[in-house]
């Protein structure tokens, strides 16, 4: 049949329904046809919704709900059998006055006991921490690794040559040292110039080959416990005092021994040779000697305000006791037990500084300073005064590498070794060791006198100290805590929870019916839906 239009139907539906076309109509016939079947949907959802909420109502009517007496005698029953004590008495007592008396203990120690496991949660919550200090004696005893370094850097031909080292080396080193801000030195015209006419200068190499070195003539005596140690058994490493020296950095055999004897350790014997090394005096480099530090062979040395010095004629006689220090992990403590260095085998703050400035300088400067961590390109000399040297500024400024608590970049270790020392000194050599030095040497008794350092290091005994922070309070103890508190003021139990849990779920179950049976009636009261 023939429509001489566009038709658009539009169905509305709230207790009526509205058929609308555009100006042309449908054929009376047509049109209801299509409303009888409408209505006929309508009908069949409104019978297949009062289906469905009769079979719910039929399913929940056959829960039958208690009666007002079952229930009264449901709370009754609670009252006389729970373990909860005191509601017994208060159920039982038929003397209004012991009544109220036995309702007054209850609700008392029930407000008490709310107070106690209030303020005990608010304990917890504070995060407690007790520190336990502990000596623990043991037959073995790791020995901790020692780096030694010339106070005088640098040998003296080779600054004669290349005096602009001082001031090179000092902005070199400066990614090593914690905190500091530049001075402005990377405007002097004479480092400008010498950069600028050394593109290919090297001054790893440079430091390498001209500083201090440790052979036959610079370590004149070494032993480790009565058995005979050389250059061999050191590890060579840069420090802000150019070429340093490790002794038991844990590659070495001793580093995979223990040492079962006090009183005797490490004995070294230095010659810092003064004339054929020398440093500025300018930079604050005034003495003559060898500056040390002790630190687990798991670590890498930190001279930055930690170093202990020997001077020249001198017998330094160390004594060292190691300090173990457990810290916990936030929130009781500050440590991260989730954080790795990719370096190094063990976690430290002064290894995660060292690698956190590698990250942030090889990100903005496109390569990696050899006094840092890392497999990035190394920096060349320029690279420190265009961009290294004010960028580390800049790291300090914004604090992009700190450290200390638990949201810092590197935060306390967990567990940290350290060495506590006891330095005593007397002047080496005596009288008639000089003239036995002098002749064996072959050197004047003035040239002992004013180069030869003789160091000795040593476990006092063999034990250790660990300083441990605790948890205070933990889960186990919070519960029991709060169990005596349930005992104490109510003589309740898990148990006596249980059964509460019980009871107030069972009536929760019953209302819960009641009113969803309420609900299924006034819906099906619901005048049914009058199509138009």
């Not at 490490?266 to 060898?290: H, K, R, W």
Request: hydrophobic residues 35%.
């Amino acid at each position: 049949m023939p429509i001489a239009g566009s038709i658009n139907v539009f169905a509305l539906r709230s207790h009526k329904m509205n058929i609308v076309t555009d100006e042309n109509w449908m054929h009376p016939e047509d049109l209801g046809s299509l409303t009888a079947k409408m209505d006929q949907f309508e009908k069949a959802k409104v019978h297949a919704k009062k289906g469905l909420l009769e079979k719910i109502k039929i399913h929940l009517s056959k829960k039958r709900l208690p009666s007002p007496t079952d229930r009264k005698k449901f709370d009754h029953d609670f009252a006389i059998s729970t373990s909860l004590h005191g509601v017994y008495n208060i159920a039982q007592n038929k003397n209004k006055a012991r009544k109220v008396i036995w309702l007054s203990v209850v609700l008392g120690s029930v407000s008490l006991l709310v107070w106690q496991i209030y303020s005990r949660l608010l304990n917890y919550f504070t995060w407690p921490t007790t520190t336990s200090i502990e000596v623990q004696y043991v037959e073995k005893i790791e020995f901790p690794a020692v780096t030694f370094c010339n106070v005088n850097r640098f040998q003296t031909d080779a600054v004669a040559k290349f005096g602009i080292i001082f001031f090179l080396w000092d902005i070199v080193s400066k990614v090593l040292r914690l905190q500091e801000f530049s001075a402005n030195t990377t405007a002097s015209p004479e480092a400008f110039d010498f950069v600028t006419s050394h593109k290919n200068f090297s001054i790893t190499d440079f430091v390498k080959s001209n500083g201090f070195y440790l052979n036959n003539t610079t370590l004149l005596n070494c032993e480790f416990f009565g058995i005979p140690c050389g250059p061999k058994d050191f590890k060579h490493i840069f420090t802000e005092y150019g070429n340093c020296f490790t002794f038991n950095h844990g590659e070495n055999i001793q580093g995979k021994h223990k040492i079962s004897v006090s009183g005797r350790g490490l004995n070294l014997l230095f010659n810092v040779n003064q004339e054929e090394f020398t440093d500025n005096p300018a930079l604050g480099f005034m003495d003559s000697g060898i500056i040390f530090v002790i630190h687990s062979p798991k670590k890498e040395p930190q001279f930055d305000g930690l170093g202990l010095s020997s001077p020249v004629g001198m017998h330094a006689r160390v004594t060292i006791r190691q300090l173990k220090t457990v810290h916990q992990e936030y929130p009781w403590g500050e440590c991260n037990p989730n954080i790795k260095l990719q370096s190094f085998s063990s976690y430290s703050t002064y290894g995660c500084l060292k690698e956190c400035k590698a990250r942030h300088i090889e990100k903005q400067c496109g390569c990696l300073p050899f006094l840092l961590p890392g497999n990035g390109i190394e920096c060349k000399l320029q690279k420190y005064f265009n961009c290294i040297s004010p960028f580390l500024d800049y790291i300090e400024l914004k604090g992009l590498c700190t450290m200390g608590t638990h949201n810092s970049s590197c935060p306390v270790s967990c567990e940290d070794t350290e060495y506590q020392t006891t330095v005593s000194y007397s002047t080496f050599p005596s009288q008639k060791a000089l003239k036995f030095l002098s002749n064996k040497l072959n050197q004047s008794e003035e040239y002992i006198r004013e180069n030869l350092v003789n160091i000795e290091i040593n476990y006092s005994d063999l034990n250790y100290k660990i300083t441990q922070q605790q948890k205070a309070v933990g889960v186990p103890e919070l519960l029991a805590d709060v169990g005596g508190q349930l005992g104490l003021f109510c003589g309740a139990s898990m148990i006596t929870i249980m059964e509460i849990i019980e009871y107030v779920f069972t009536n929760f179950y019953w209302i819960f019916i009641f009113f969803l049976l309420k609900i299924l009636e006034m819906i099906q009261r619901t005048p049914p839906i009058q199509t138009v």
